[in-house]
């Protein structure tokens, strides 16, 4: 029998999305064109599928979905990439059928949470609505159980700290819930994978401490996305009631770059086919972006077995990669073939990294100035980005008036001095928290809350959002540190602000800096009171006050600031329901203020980013050049015109940008337990090399500049997989 299913196969930019969003248009046209034949004028009802197929009638595809209420599941490899696969399906059908675009995980965590009762019945949890642990909570709480079987002793062994260690131990059950794994079984494939190594932790060791953090996050009702995968794969798609369920409610399912899914999501896939739904995936043979970070692409390529393939021709024409791939590649296989790049290859070479970023920060904004290329046209790509190399490209091409947009930039929230301020100001009104707070921190906080929104000259007093960015401050940074030295008086318990006159010659602080001065004091002063009398419901309605009062104001705030606000907010939320929580089940003995300490200590390790939901731009495409890591850029499936890769020399382009998880390739279906030998590491960064060239090469249509600087930023020599490529591309002039 001719499967209804298809399995659409390309590489990148190949039509892919497009191919599977014309198969559900195809469904929905076979629906329209043939309901009447499916109906029966004696009872007036739709016949079944088995009762068509044994009078020998044409099934269309689209029939399963009109046998109940139609369904669509839709997935993506990511949120970016779901939201617009979902709005493309829904214009293309003008909304007609209902459509649920999902993540896999997001999926799997939507049905845990609806399904929560089944599995309070099947597990005999305590009935009480689930919790999900973001990952910096996640890693707090597991330290904390973890932290007396953590000794000296096994961080040595381990040779990481202890954070490192809990971050690498949960990323074990992650990997084992995407593949399918029970958490019993985690023991056994790591004394597998790893053998007799002594450099090695005890694998029943790790597994213990695995089944006891399940455990714990179970009887509190924290699901974590591991254990929420697990709880999907082992008990809820095994459930009869929850199959029902799903063959009633999707009878069609599209899957787009399936290449980046997890193992489990082919056991829901089989799952759907099973029940008759259709199916349509993608694959990307350039793709498994997330390779080594649960994704599992040789697995899901079996289910190609169930359905009909088509096979796509390769990247677009506009593109460079049927033009260079096959010469790069070669290139950086076999580096002694003597072979030189046509001209639309350029370098940039420099001795030290510092001229290479200022170099080719020239190179963009000359060409866009010259009008060569458009800002949006314009992509610089590296294995990695530190913080030097963001902020000068950055700050070289916003002072040509050339804007950057940095790809998923997840920088720490405590690098904010928004967010500092605010808990600096925490500090002050909460007692207790006084060893949190020094003259420094108060000098920027006054800073922060005196700044007020400045309208441009000639301008009317109406805000527009391009004046967000005129803000100054009342209270500037040496006044701020004059009354930070002068007023400011420590104390473990209850630090204060004295009045400005504390100081000798208050009189040079100003009119507009003490009148700000004192506005803070006043409001400190006002809180402390009502935090005294229990006005204050939570810590979050504090820094809700503060961010309306100080920050807001009726003005417009840049994005990254607004980012960085509502990331704190969420946070904040998400701790104290969680704190609720445990000290519902476990009421513990620890002073009043305990939980902000804890708050602030978390923030200031900085394992949490300003990464809000949505994060979704409004309008149209900003025009600004793309900054990106290798791992970020190809995740967001984007192209440009021109592209610098950056650091072209180093030995990071080998990884793809991203570091693989440990243990993660014990965890995949096709050599599950195996060991991970150096050759297969070789062979590994050898095929993830030229999935690099070849999916990079597809999203780029004009011009490539290789971006070298013979020395890194340790001033070591730069040797990496690329160096072929440069020497083999003649160094172009500056246009």
């Known amino acids: 029998m001719v499967s209804h299913s298809v399995w659409i196969v390309g590489t990148s930019r190949s039509g892919k999305t497009a191919r599977l969003v014309e198969q559900f248009c195809n469904w929905v046209k076979s629906e329209n064109q043939y309901t009447e034949l499916f109906y029966t004028k004696s009872q007036g009802r739709k016949k079944g599928v088995g009762e068509a197929i044994a009078k020998g009638e044409r099934i269309p595809e689209f029939l399963y979905l009109k046998q109940t209420e139609p369904g669509v599941l839709v997935l993506a490899a990511n949120d970016d990439n779901r939201r617009e696969l979902g709005d493309i399906i829904v214009t293309s059908t003008l909304g007609k059928y209902p459509v649920r675009a999902k993540t896999p995980l997001g999926f799997f965590q939507d049905e845990v949470i609806l399904f929560w009762p089944l599995l309070i019945n099947s597990l005999k949890l305590k009935a009480q609505f689930p919790v999900r642990l973001r990952p910096e909570t996640e890693q707090e709480l597991a330290t904390k159980l973890w932290r007396p079987q953590l000794d000296e002793e096994i961080l040595r062994i381990a040779g990481v700290n202890e954070s490192r260690l809990v971050r690498r131990i949960l990323d074990l059950l992650q990997l ?19 053998g007799e190594n002594p450099t090695n932790l005890e694998p029943e060791f790790l597994g213990s401490l695995l089944l006891d953090w399940r455990n714990w996050c179970l009887e509190r009702g924290l699901l974590t996305y591991g254990i929420i995968t697990e709880l999907y794969s082992q008990h809820l798609l095994s459930d009869r009631n929850y199959q029902q369920y799903l063959a009633k409610r999707y009878q069609a399912v599209l899957a787009d770059d399936v290449d980046d899914y997890p193992s489990v999501a082919r056991l829901l896939f089989e799952l759907l086919l099973d029940q008759g739904a259709v199916g349509a995936f993608s694959y990307n043979l350039d793709g498994a972006v997330r390779l080594g970070l649960g994704a599992d692409p040789n697995y899901l390529e079996g289910l190609a077995e169930r359905c009909r393939v088509e096979i796509l021709t390769g990247p677009p024409p506009e593109s460079l990669g049927e033009q260079l791939t096959k010469q790069m590649v070669e290139l950086v296989t076999e580096p002694m073939v003597l072979l030189s790049l046509p001209e639309i290859v350029h370098s940039i070479e420099t001795t030290s990294r510092a001229q ?58 405590i690098s904010s001095p928004i967010i500092r301020a605010l808990l600096t100001m925490l500090a002050l009104v909460y007692p207790g928290l006084g060893r949190l707070v020094d003259r420094d921190a108060v000098a920027e906080m006054l800073v922060v809350l005196s700044r007020k929104q400045q309208l441009p000259e000639n301008s009317t007093d109406v805000i527009n959002p391009t004046d967000a960015i005129n803000r100054v401050s009342d209270i500037d940074p040496v006044r701020a540190g004059l009354i930070a030295d002068y007023c400011f008086l420590p104390h473990p318990d209850r630090p204060n602000l004295l009045p400005v006159s504390a100081f000798e010659r208050w009189d040079r602080i100003g009119y507009a800096a003490t009148t700000a001065y004192n506005e803070i004091l006043e409001w400190l002063e006002q809180q402390r009171s009502q935090q005294e009398l229990r006005l204050i419901p939570s810590p979050i309605s504090l820094l809700d006050r503060a961010i309306q009062g100080f920050l807001w104001n009726g003005s417009n705030l840049p994005y990254e600031q607004l980012a960085a606000l509502r990331e704190l907010l969420e946070t904040a939320q998400h701790y104290w329901e969680i704190d609720t929580r445990l000290r519902q089940i476990a009421p513990v003995e620890t002073t009043p203020h305990t939980t902000i300490i804890e708050f602030i200590q978390l923030l200031r390790r900085g394992t949490i980013t300003a990464n809000p939901y949505p994060v979704r731009p409004i309008g149209g495409v900003r025009k600004a050049v793309t900054l990106a890591t290798i791992f970020q850029y190809r995740s967001s499936r984007r192209s440009h015109r021109w592209h610098f890769w950056l650091d072209a020399g180093s030995p990071l382009w080998a990884k793809g940008g991203a570091a693989t998880l440990f243990g993660a390739p014990f965890f995949l279906r096709d050599r599950l337990g195996e060991p991970w030998t150096a050759e297969d590491e070789k062979l590994a960064e050898e095929q993830r090399l030229r999935r690099i060239l070849a999916d990079l090469l597809s999203r780029v249509s004009e011009r490539v500049y290789l971006c070298h600087s013979d020395l890194a930023v340790s001033g070591q020599e730069q040797l990496g997989p690329l160096l072929p490529l440069v020497n083999a591309c003649v160094t172009h002039s500056v246009i």
């Not at 084992?176 to 790893?194: F, H, K, M, N, T």
């Open 176 to 194: 084992a819930a995407y593949s399918g794994v029970p958490c019993e079984d985690i023991a056994q494939i790591l004394a597998r994978g790893l």
């Open 356 to 413: 290479l970023l200022r170099q080719t920060a020239e190179v963009i904004a000359n060409a866009i100035q010259s009008q060569q290329v458009q800002p949006e046209q314009v992509a610089i790509i590296a294995p990695g980005l530190d913080a030097i190399a963001r902020y000068t490209l950055v700050e070289i091409l916003v002072k040509q008036n050339i804007q950057v947009q940095s790809l998923n930039d997840q920088r720490p929230l």
